[in-house]
């Protein structure tokens, strides 16, 4: 009988079986976003019965300094189920990294093993495709399911095609989107111009080697600018030369793209004259009205700590008759700039905050609290 096995190390003194079980449910819905097909509902049912078993066996939780997954595979019954999340699982925890450090950071604990790189895991040995309604594992000889085989002779010239694309790369949907292949990279570099351009941005911002160019559509795609902040700023961490193919764009952005940009350069900046550079950039949008100036304000709150004047130019924002948003996003910043050990604000900016305070606004509201502190 075999089984298929994740095991995690984890250091620190917080609750290792909160975060075995929290790991477990983002892993999950991680992957529900890459397994909408009804050809996978087979896998997801082997798990009804999969999981409460382990853990009826102690397979399933944290064990020491380790936290373990066991897929057991039912004396071969449910090898193809089995090892399939296995797979899915290791890319899961590849591709969204960052999250699964912060979920550890949550619990008191940090992740002690890498996870493989994503592109490594995609050019593995694992190979899966979806035909016939059900999804298989790929094998010299045919398709396997957990009760099921297809003879390669079996199959039709169309299924043969694809199942010759499948002995090459695994098609499963996660390897397809997380790869990406370029049928689905080229829908999601379309879906940026619509009402869909947050889910396209999740995906693209996802796959195993994102390019400058890839930067440069998601931060082109502007529209709803809060939306995209978490996967533009993902992708200019994880594209080599990130600051310099920005700062290049500056010039032609204005409005959304230009605030995605801003807070993508945030993300990247490095040093003394990065910061400046920035500065600079923020500076000239606080003179605006637009998503880019709600992105000045709030990025001047983040990194402009120890500037002359910054606080001043900042809170004259609030003199402005401008939106919520930009009122909450000035507020936002001075609230960081101010916060102890550093300076109270001077009177003047107190006079704007006490205004600003007596608005029924989220920005009234911090600073409301803002206050308290001074």
Not at 26 to 31: K, S, Y
Not at 311 to 331: N, Q
């Amino acid at each position: 009988m075999g089984a298929a096995l994740i095991s995690l190390k984890v250091s620190g003194d917080g609750d290792r079986a909160a975060l075995h079980e929290a790991i477990w449910e983002d892993v999950q819905e991680f992957i529900r976003m890459y397994t909408a097909s009804s050809a996978n509902n087979g896998v997801y049912e082997y798990l009804s019965e999969a999981v409460e078993d382990a853990r009826d066996r102690d397979l399933w939780g944290a064990d020491g300094e380790r936290l373990e997954w066991t897929f057991r595979d039912y004396a071969g019954c449910a090898a193809r189920s089995a090892w399939v999340w296995e797979h899915w699982f290791r890319l899961a925890l590849a591709a969204d990294r960052d999250r699964f450090t912060r979920l550890a950071d949550k619990h008191g604990l940090s992740l002690g093993d890498e996870p493989s790189p994503l592109a490594d895991l995609l050019a593995g040995d694992e190979r899966y495709v979806e035909l016939r309604g059900d999804l298989w594992s790929v094998s010299e000889d045919g398709l396997h399911g957990d009760d099921r085989f297809v003879d390669v002779t079996e199959l039709t010239d169309r299924e043969r095609k694809q199942y010759a694309t499948a002995r090459e790369r695994c098609l499963c949907g996660p390897c397809t989107k997380l790869r990406p292949e370029p049928r689905f990279r080229a829908a999601m570099l379309n879906m940026l111009s619509g009402e869909n351009a947050p889910s396209a941005a999740w995906y693209l911002a996802r796959t195993a080697e994102p390019s400058p160019e890839l930067l440069v559509a998601l931060v082109r795609a502007g529209g709803e600018m809060h939306d995209l902040v978490p996967e533009v700023e993902r992708c200019a961490r994880r594209v080599p030369g990130a600051w310099q193919t920005l700062v290049s764009l500056l010039p032609d952005l204005r409005g959304g793209a230009l605030g995605l940009a801003l807070y993508a350069l945030a993300e990247v900046a490095r040093g003394d004259d990065d910061r400046r550079t920035l500065l600079r950039e923020l500076d000239a949008s606080l003179g605006g009205s637009d998503e880019a100036a709600v992105a000045a304000a709030e990025l001047a709150g983040r990194i402009g700590g120890g500037v002359p004047g910054l606080p001043g130019r900042l809170a004259a924002v609030l003199d402005r008759d401008v939106s919520d948003r930009l009122r909450h996003s000035a507020v936002l910043g001075l609230v960081n700039l101010h916060l102890p050990p550093r300076p109270a604000p001077d009177p003047e900016i107190r006079v704007r905050l006490e205004r600003e305070a007596e608005r029924d606004t989220e920005a009234g509201k911090l600073a409301t609290w803002a206050l308290t502190m001074y």
